[in-house]
């Protein structure tokens, strides 16, 4: 009987970590998205020439954090929070752009990375089957993508662009649906803003990919 409690108590704490961890993991995903807002806002009169600037720095905080993730929570948090914001001025000459050419763009791409992440990010948290196949197959296709995306700069294909970013989402529901089952799996609470990162990019580009879709460019 003490058996059977306690692989009890162990099954409710388990759950427990899994429920706090996915908690604090989605906080640090909406902190993450207002700070990229206030990048956008900030940046919106930054000169275009320059977001490849912005963008290497929020890599080079992407790699910082996963040296500081074990050593020290608070300076890794701080670091998500850089990231966020000079993604956001990165990517502020196209939101500029669109915002105000054609807003309605915005909701809509918004909108259906809403629902995309939802949908995608429920069945990989939910399902039971290991989905470490899907990462390998997911992250080689990304590869492809990037590698495919570079020669569409150079070589004009009729339709080219919205191909590409159709395959970009079909590429991205594999990363996302592997990404919150790795959520779930986890029980490392300091893992949970390197977590957020991850699951950040994929809403980001699942919503740049909606927008060269709705927005035909």
Sequence with gaps: MSDVVGFGGSAA?????????????MAFVAATAGFFALGAYLGRNV???????????????LFLMNVTVRRSTPLTSLLLGAFGLLLGVSMAPVLTYYATTDPAVL????????LFIAGFGAAGYATRRDLSALARISFWALVALIVVGIV??????????????????????GLTMVDFQRLRRSKDIASAPLMAASIFLDVLNVFLFFLRIFGNS
Aim: charged content about 5%; proline content about 2%.
């Design 47 to 61: 000169a275009e020439s320059t977001w490849w600037l912005w963008f290497l720095g929020a890599l080079a905080c």
């Design 107 to 114: 909701w809509q791409a918004g909108g259906a990375t809403a």
């Design 152 to 173: 569409l700069i150079f070589v004009h294909i009729p339709h080219g662009t919205l191909i590409w970013a159709v395959l970009g989402l079909v590429v991205f529901a």
């Design 13 to 25: 704490v388990s759950r427990d970590r899994t429920l706090a961890l996915f908690g604090q993991t």
